[in-house]
């Protein structure tokens, strides 16, 4: 008899189930019955903030070389697993070749940001040749705790394209997987909580998108959205307007994210701040001294 | 010899090189159009009351009409520009500013009640400035951005406050063309008057119809503006409150959107810090601009072991701060804007001895006449206290003290704001350490209220997103094909 | 290199010496420079610059004839004006003492004489205290030092607060000036420590130059020292003078040292008492827009006397 797997949250680094004991069933895109997932609640989402705030000092305090290595690891362990996770997907209707596809650009993807770790920030910072005896610079800082919601249409991939930039950037995220499709998803938790990625720092719910979306873009300690464009555009409206209360960045994701051209260096920096430093410079000599 | 008083004589700028029209119509298509209302408004000055000018009421009829000469303006004429002409213009817009520096200046104190020494040694220079640097981007955009492929947006509505009406004006538009956009830019109703000379500016630099659109009147003709719905892009700077409503109209548009919005930024006085250049800090923080500053460096955190040194500095230094008519070139504290915003800092004076602070104001005599509040500071203060967490955008300065640097970076951002911080120590890895932690957009380390068009500026958190400045301050105005 | 031990007393003084940021000095007097001295206020400024002026004269060709000339000069600055105060003192020497104090007679201005081995401060300390000594001895109504900058620059601290100290003792009454040479210290940081260090050692006036190296008194530096004649005030209730010397030769600068003067130490430091300026071309320059202020023209320096 096999065993069968169960689809639990992950917060924290944890697998807790649903505080509110709900869950749904999943089924595959022919309809037949794949697993229960955890519907999870509004009080899962404040959890899930919570974790996400506390963990966000030290994941943003990291050396970005440090957050590279981790998310590189990812793609290391995604590697050694890709044939349980083509399996899942092939379980839940998607064809060998398209599953095989999705998996692969996920690798890839966690390799591309690994790469941007320690790299985008020479290239949007400045130095700023302000006309007075200042020293002035601009660096990126990550915004904090991210909401996300996942890109509906694909399993994996979008989920992988929205989350990778936002964390290597220092943030750390609350993510509302694809509510039809959310088996892969908790499976990737599985990798993160064995590839070095401090628990806290990728927070994942399953569940109803409707329930759920205006809690989280709501949550006065979530500073930044990621939307991934779903098919109930005033949803998404929704969330837009509930953001506003406390000034959420706000990004639109339209991406067909198998496409290679979604991913880039903006899906970082959208999750950046730019913080501009003054010092004064003292004047030695009159500024005569060299040479 | 014995000492003797020595108080300086009054020096005051001459207005006669302000030359104001009774009436102003609006700046539509190259055109002076009056306004469909019919109607307009007196502009005064703050500092004895007295009506400068009137002005034209914009209402939706208008600015729809403005749009349509910025859409044409950019169909036809600035979007086939190349990117080197368009530079030359806002060259040839910035010497223009240059050469009437004093009129503006002059004008910018009789119309917004700040002191002549500040806007002509501060506001006038970094105008011409920021559209003397943007007219060189014009034709970098490529290079500012390499592989992205950079284009203007289209029509872009800005909307600029009172505090600083020249200066957010090249803050807005200077970027806007620089991109290669038109605008429609509505100026704050107690101050448009520096906007209407800069059109005239436009006309002289002949600046092709359209590209430059002004829209004077009221918050309804800016929510009129906001609610246009052929503009690609809206700039806004100005109280939160009012940003909210504006993001919130922008929702489900295309409208790309900036928003500079208010601020309570702590300005933080270690123990080993270069004392009497943070004194100075301090004042600057604070009293700039009568403090009507949205960076204004409200709330003060002195390290308990120096605060009651630094606050008897603070003290003795205010009594060389010259409160008054700001026309006098040896005013520091010129005039409060407007009636309203003077009771609104009179309220929070109020409240803040409700709320049990110790207040210190020095001694000095106001004018009679006109909207003046003494320079204000408020020790004793709790973090709890609504006078330390509220924008009151007026002089007055609440005064806290800490015991660590953990405590002083909790409070320090334990606001809905995050416009910027001031860091005073002479331990250079503090500083780095601290301006990490400090949430804010713009820190100021042994300096404070410093400007340049160089240097990108905006807030985290509730006071806005987006940069003015610098090459950052370009992307608000692009679009990316990448 | 070893250097005897600091006292308790000076290493608690250093300890307090805030450190000074220059672009921020820089900033403070910038402003105080945008300042506008007009009308009734320049005339009262210029009256008060006059008066606080040490005429003085310190070359290896002064002659007891220069001297004479110049006291002379002191007491009466243009006699075509009416009004005018006469200088503060007159700064020569140790071996001009004698002649300028006669010179003087009783017109009460002050003679200042430098000692301590001017302006190189480079000799024993016998030599400096029998410097001091002859000049007291034959009349000084007070002594502009020189610190030993060597050793302040190598750190021996205690070294040139004791020779202050002691230069002090012997003084007595007659006040001490004590001059730093500030142009050829480094930091601002420097000029703060050394103030501190020679207003504890017993310095009635702090003195920025000999006038002998370049920069002298410049506004950052004289800010500095003022801040730390405020700190002292702040905290003990005396009130040192201060002494900018040389490079302050217009009626402009001087104003505007006047006026830093007024914001950063407060009116009861503008009197010759606690404020002078060592110079000697500036009194004609204070003159001459004296002269303009009251009739209007600009003036010529053909029509004032150049001793």
């Known amino acids: 008899m096999e065993i069968l797997k169960t689809y639990k949250l992950y917060i924290g680094g944890q697998f807790p189930r649903t505080e509110s004991g709900r869950s749904y069933l999943v089924s595959s895109l022919a309809g037949e019955p794949l697993a229960n997932a955890c519907l999870a609640s509004r009080k899962d989402i404040r959890n899930a903030v ?18 590279s290595q981790i998310i590189y690891r990812i793609a290391e362990m995604l590697e050694a697993r890709k044939g349980q996770f083509i399996d899942e997907l092939s379980e839940a209707g998607f064809g060998m070749e398209e599953a095989n596809a999705e998996i692969l650009s996920c690798i890839d993807r966690c390799v591309y940001y690994a790469g941007w770790a320690d790299k985008f920030q020479a290239l949007i910072s400045s130095v700023n040749p302000v006309a007075s005896s200042h020293f002035n610079f601009s660096t990126p800082e990550p915004m904090g705790v991210v909401g996300v919601l996942a890109c509906q249409n694909t399993p994996l991939i979008g989920f992988i394209s929205q989350i990778l930039p936002i964390i290597i950037g220092g943030n750390t995220v609350v993510v509302l997987a694809n509510s039809k499709m959310p088996l892969s998803a908790i499976s990737f938790c599985e990798v993160l909580a064995t590839s070095d990625v401090p628990g806290g720092v990728v927070n994942v719910l399953t569940g109803s998108i409707d329930e759920l979306l205006p809690t989280l873009a709501s949550h006065m300690d979530v500073n930044a959205l990621s939307l991934a464009t779903v098919s109930n555009m005033p949803k998404v409206f929704e969330a837009q307007e509930l953001a506003i209360e406390n000034l959420k960045r706000t990004q639109l994701l339209v991406h067909d994210f198998k496409n290679q051209d979604a991913q880039g260096m903006e899906f970082i920096t959208d999750f950046q701040e730019i913080k501009t430093t003054w010092h004064p410079i003292e004047q030695i000599a009159g500024g005569a001294g060299a040479y | 010899m014995s000492t ?29 159009q009056k306004p469909k209302s019919g109607k307009y408004f007196a502009t005064y000055n703050p500092a004895d009351e007295s009506v400068l000018s009137e002005i034209a009421y914009g209402n939706q009829d208008d600015v729809n009409l403005a749009v349509e000469a910025a859409r044409k303006a950019y169909n036809e004429v600035w979007s086939k520009m190349s990117g080197a002409e368009r530079g030359k213009y806002l060259f040839r817009i910035a010497r223009i500013m240059q050469e009437k520096s004093r009129e503006l200046a002059v004008l910018e104190t009789l119309d917004g009640g700040k002191p002549i020494r500040e806007s002509r040694d501060i506001d006038i220079p970094l105008a011409c400035n920021h559209f003397f640097y943007y007219a060189g981007w014009a034709d970098k955009l490529a290079e500012a951005f390499p592989g992205q492929k950079p284009t203007a947006l289209g029509v872009a509505g800005q909307i600029t406050p009172w505090n600083f009406p020249l200066l957010m004006l090249a803050w807005k538009i200077a970027p806007a063309l620089a991109c290669g956009n038109t605008v429609v830019l509505k100026p704050a109703e107690t101050t448009s008057l520096t906007a209407l000379k800069f059109a005239e500016i436009c006309e002289q630099a002949q600046l092709p119809a359209g590209v430059v659109n002004i829209v004077t009147g009221h918050g309804d003709t800016g929510a009129a503006l906001v609610a246009n719905q052929d503009l690609d892009k809206i700039a806004f700077t100005g109280s939160t409150a009012v940003g909210k409503l504006i993001h919130k109209a922008c929702i489900g548009t295309s409208k790309k959107l900036t928003l500079e919005l208010g601020g309570k930024s702590a300005n933080i006085i270690l123990e080993d810090a270069p004392i009497d250049q943070a004194v100075e800090g301090i004042i600057n923080a604070i009293f700039f601009n009568q403090g009507h500053v949205c960076c204004a460096g409200s709330r003060l955190f002195v390290q308990e072991s120096i605060a009651s ?19 006098d070139k040896n005013t520091d504290i010129g005039a409060v ?50 006078i330390a967490q509220e924008e009151i955008f007026g002089p007055v300065l609440t005064i806290q003290t800490f015991r660590t640097l953990e405590e002083v970076v909790q409070k320090a951002n334990n606001s809905p704001y995050g416009l910027a911080a001031g860091v005073w120590t002479v331990n250079g890895a503090r500083i780095f350490g601290l301006s990490q932690q400090l949430k804010a957009g713009v820190v100021w380390a042994n300096t404070y ?21 610098g090459r950052h301050g370009l992307s608000a105005y692009l679009q990316f094909k990448n | ?66 001297v004479r000339q110049m006291c002379y000069k002191a007491q009466h600055l243009h006699d075509q004006a009416d009004g005018l105060p006469t200088v503060a003192a007159v700064c020569v020497y140790p071996s001009f003492v004698a002649e300028a104090k006669k010179a003087l007679g009783t017109s009460g201005i002050k003679v200042a004489s430098v000692s301590t081995a001017f302006p190189s401060g480079q000799a024993s300390f016998e030599i400096k205290r029998l410097d001091t000594q002859f000049a007291i001895d034959n009349g000084a109504d007070e002594i502009d030092m020189v ?41 601002l940081d420097q000029v703060r420590r050394v103030s501190d260090l020679a207003i504890g050692a017993g310095a009635d006036f702090i003195k920025t130059s000999t006038g002998k190296i370049q920069p002298a008194a410049t506004f950052p530096v004289v800010l500095t020292m003022l801040g730390a004649i405020k700190d002292h ?46 110079a000697s071309s500036l009194a004609n320059d204070l003159l001459m827009q004296y002269q303009k202020q009251l009739t209007g023209r600009y003036q010529s320096a053909t029509y004032f006397s150049i001793d």
Not at chain 3, 168 to 185: N, Q
Request: net charge positive; glycine share 10%.
């Open chain 1, 50 to 67: 919570q974790v996400a705030r506390k963990a966000h000092g030290a994941w943003a305090a990291k050396t970005a070389l440090n957050r």
């Open chain 2, 4 to 32: 003797a008083n020595w108080d300086l004589d009054p020096s005051m700028e001459s207005t006669a090189i302000v030359q104001l029209q009774p009436k102003y119509d609006l700046f539509i298509g190259g055109c002076w």
């Open chain 2, 309 to 327: 040194k630094v606050i008897e500095k603070l003290k003795f230094r205010l009594q060389s701060i010259y409160v008054g008519n700001p026309l």
């Open chain 2, 337 to 386: 804007n407007s009636k309203k915003q003077l009771e609104t800092i009179e309220k929070y004076i109020a409240l803040g001895l409700e709320e049990g602070a110790e207040i210190f104001q020095p001694t000095c005599n106001l004018p009679s006449k006109g909207y003046y509040c003494k320079p204000t500071l408020f020790t004793d203060v709790a973090q709890s206290a609504r």
């Open chain 2, 449 to 469: 209220n410093k400007f340049d068009p160089t240097s990108p500026f905006g807030g985290y958190k509730e006071s806005g997103f987006g940069r003015e400045g």
């Open chain 3, 1 to 66: 290199m070893n250097h005897p031990s600091i006292s308790t007393e000076l290493s608690s003084l250093l300890l307090s010496s805030p450190s000074i940021d220059q672009i921020g000095a820089l900033e403070r007097i910038a402003r105080i420079q945008s300042r506008s001295i007009k009308g009734a206020a320049k005339l009262q400024g210029l009256r008060m610059a006059l008066s606080m002026i040490d005429l003085t004269t310190l070359e290896g060709k002064d002659t007891t004839g220069k």
């Open chain 3, 147 to 187: 610190i030993s900058r060597g050793r302040f620059l190598s750190g021996d601290y205690q070294f040139v607060y004791d020779e202050i100290a002691a230069i002090k003792a012997i003084c007595g009454p007659v006040r001490l000036k004590v001059i730093f040479e500030t142009g050829e210290l480094d930091t």
């Open chain 3, 233 to 278: 005030f702040d905290k003990t209730g005396q009130m040192v003078g201060m002494k900018p010397a040389g490079g302050i030769s217009s009626s402009k600068l001087a104003l505007q040292h006047l006026l830093m003067v007024k914001e950063v130490l407060g009116e009861a430091w503008l009197t010759n008492e606690y404020y002078r300026f060592g």
